[in-house]
């Protein structure tokens, strides 16, 4: 046992798992590039942190997603990383020849539906985040179950139409958070193409929360002022009684509850 100024340092090993799991967690979680630099110290210290640095994957841009995959892909470790990952952030334009399985994904955030065709073994996802705002027409692609997905959160957008959800493809769909428009032709936006498409969505699956998260589309963020709720509801001919739909400003972290609070709503936020 070493000492340093009057304390006595004891070696990493000797320490309780669970301090050890500490540590490691407040130095990793914060920055990926420590952890990276944490796994190369030692095999020890490679078990213990590499576990942590791939459990939220947020990946920035193409080069750090193909790197990502390559990773995945390896012949030694490959098979451990992929089962580490529960959360997985994949950026625009990352879309490669590879196809990964995560058999333990929870939380997955993608720009477009298409991007299901390169994951495979999402039995365990529950919750998913659609970013893209400009593709026209968007479905999750024919042949694909996702029967443990039970949150989706969808981006703004100027025509919600163009997304399909089918109970086919999400038959245990719970939750879903979408944003209105609102502002000056709020009205207008809201009877030729989000009100069709939220009687649509309330038609098809047996919701227990509809989040509407009022959205300013000249600014380009989420509408924090009151927004009057009997209005809302009577432009989107929704029964004001009907308490599975919560208009949140405050984002979906008070609409939804604690299992929505880390880590989704922020990597949504970030994204839009």
Not at 183 to 188: E, H, P
Request: net charge positive; charged share 20%; aromatic share 10%.
């Amino acid at each position: 046992m070493d000492t340093f100024k009057g304390y006595f340092l004891l070696p990493l090993n000797e320490l309780p798992a669970d301090i050890i799991q500490s540590i490691l967690e407040w130095a990793v979680i914060p920055s990926s590039s420590t952890g990276a630099m944490l796994c190369r110290v030692s095999h020890s210290i490679f078990e213990w942190t590499a576990p942590i640095l791939y459990y939220s994957v947020f990946l920035r841009n193409r080069e750090v997603y193909l790197l990502f995959i390559k990773a995945l892909d390896s012949q030694s470790r490959g098979e451990m990383y992929r089962r580490w990952v529960r959360t997985l952030y994949i950026p625009d334009g990352a879309l490669s020849g590879h196809r990964v399985a995560l058999p333990c994904l929870r939380r997955l955030s993608i720009p477009h539906l298409s991007f299901l065709n390169k994951l495979t073994d999402l039995l365990a996802c529950t919750y998913l985040t659609l970013r893209g705002r400009d593709t026209r027409f968007e479905e999750i692609p024919f042949g694909i179950t996702l029967p443990s997905i039970t949150h989706i959160i969808l981006p703004p957008r100027r025509d919600m139409r163009g997304i399909t959800l089918t109970r086919e493809a999400v038959p245990n769909l719970k939750h879903i958070a979408i944003p209105i428009h609102t502002g000056n032709r709020a009205r207008a936006l809201l009877l030729s193409d989000q009100r069709p498409f939220l009687q649509l969505i309330s038609d098809r699956f047996n919701l227990e929360t509809m989040v509407l998260i009022p959205w300013n589309k000249s600014g380009g963020r989420v509408v924090t002022s009151p927004v009057i709720r009997e209005q809302l509801m009577s432009e989107l001919r929704l029964g004001t009684g009907d308490t599975r739909h919560v208009i949140s400003s405050s984002g979906i972290e008070v609409a939804c509850g604690e299992s929505w609070r880390y880590g989704e709503w922020k990597i949504w936020h970030c994204a839009i």
